[in-house]
Every structure is written in C-alpha cells, then in structure tokens.
C-alpha cells in the first residue's frame, strides 16, 4: 500500500469534573450534572456519523481543492472498497461526499474520538453519577492556520455552560504535530 498525504494532527484532551467523588444516582439524579452525558453532548454535533462529515462550522474552509491531475493520478490506484475494508479489519465503511472510502482519509481533513473514560466498568451494576469524565480526540487538517483558528474560535465554555445546569471544571490540552510541507505539483 502506498501511503499518500498524511496530515498535521491536532490532539485534545478534555476533562470534565462535576464533583470531588462518585455520587449515587437514587440519591442526585437529575439534581447534578453527568460529566459523560456533558461529554457526549459535546461530540454529537461535531460529526456525521452515517458520511463521516465534520460539522464544525469552517472546518473545510482552507481545504486545498485536489486538481483533477492528482485526482487522476490518486484514481489510477483504486483500492476496492472490500479491500480496503478488510486491511482495516472494520465491518463497514462511510463515504463522504461520493468519494470512494480509500480516498477520503487523503484528501479531507477528519476528526475522531480516540477515547471516553467515566464512571463505573466494572462487573455487575454501580448506580453513580460519575464525578470526572475525560476524553481525547484529534483532528487531522491540511492546514495548520484553519485548525488554530477553528481552536480558538469553537465556543467550549459556552458550549459547555449553556448544556449544564450547575458549575463544572472543565480543562483542555492541546498538542500540535505538523505534517511536512505538501510540494507544489
């Protein structure tokens, strides 16, 4: 396989605390927030789960438009879609925007969920309200200046205070890997 246009990642972490300990859901349900639910109330309007379209206004904004020589170049190297589901090892594919699946990672950038932690996993039930919740997730862009200026403008702490009823901490970490320069063709 021929790997082609690896992108720049941004990567984030966020954590979301309601309180100091677990608390019992008989006991506080419906009276404190559920950091997991915050969370999930948070990933929900990034992204289309059925095309794989990320839905954060301007996301795409500054995505460099494939001319149709590298289209025709990257298209002389199909990868059937079966194929390309089995080195995957997943049991389906999206396609986004009618772009064949193999090809999409190539050329739009992309934004995953890479982990949720919160509450109870344990065996048999546990009915808390968890105290913390935490996640990372990255987005893969082609330009650095659009994945800044998206950062700086997605309204976290408004996002997250107009969705809660009581004071929540909430941290975010940030890292930054460059892909190299794409050459001009």
């Given at each position: 396989?021929?790997?082609?246009?690896?992108?720049?990642?941004?990567?984030?972490?966020?954590?979301?605390?309601?309180?100091?300990?677990?608390?019992?859901?008989?006991?506080?349900?419906?009276?404190?927030?559920?950091?997991?639910q915050i969370l999930a109330d948070l990933?929900?309007?990034?992204?289309?789960?059925?095309?794989?379209?990320?839905?954060?206004?301007?996301?795409?904004?500054?995505?460099?438009?494939?001319?149709?020589?590298?289209?025709?170049?990257?298209?002389?190297?199909?990868?059937?879609?079966?194929?390309?589901?089995?080195?995957?090892?997943?049991?389906?594919?999206?396609?986004?925007?009618?772009?064949?699946?193999?090809?999409?990672?190539?050329?739009?950038?992309?934004?995953?969920i890479h982990g949720i932690q919160s509450?109870?996993?344990?065996?048999?039930?546990?009915?808390?309200?968890?105290?913390?919740?935490?996640?990372?997730?990255?987005?893969?862009?082609?330009?650095?200046?659009?994945?800044?200026?998206?950062?700086?403008?997605?309204?976290?702490?408004?996002?997250?205070?107009?969705?809660?009823?009581?004071?929540?901490l909430f941290t975010v970490q940030l890292?930054?890997?460059?892909?190299?320069?794409?050459?001009?063709?």
């Open positions: 396989m021929i790997i082609y246009a690896l992108r720049g990642l941004v990567y984030f972490e966020i954590s979301i605390k309601v309180g100091d300990h677990d608390m019992h859901s008989g006991v506080y349900g419906n009276a404190v927030s559920n950091p997991a990933f929900v309007p990034m992204k289309d789960i059925t095309t794989g379209e990320v839905l954060i206004p301007g996301f795409y904004d500054d995505v460099r438009k494939i001319e149709k020589k590298e289209l025709d170049v990257l298209q002389n190297h199909i990868i059937a879609n079966n194929d390309f589901q089995k080195d995957a090892g997943a049991y389906g594919l999206t396609s986004m925007r009618e772009v064949p699946p193999y090809l999409a990672p190539k050329i739009f950038p992309s934004l995953d509450g109870f996993l344990g065996e048999g039930p546990k009915t808390i309200i968890p105290a913390e919740a935490r996640a990372k997730f990255s987005c893969r862009q082609i330009l650095l200046p659009t994945t800044l200026n998206l950062i700086n403008s997605y309204p976290h702490q408004h996002f997250l205070s107009k969705r809660t009823r009581m004071i929540i890292t930054i890997h460059l892909s190299k320069k794409q050459p001009k063709s």
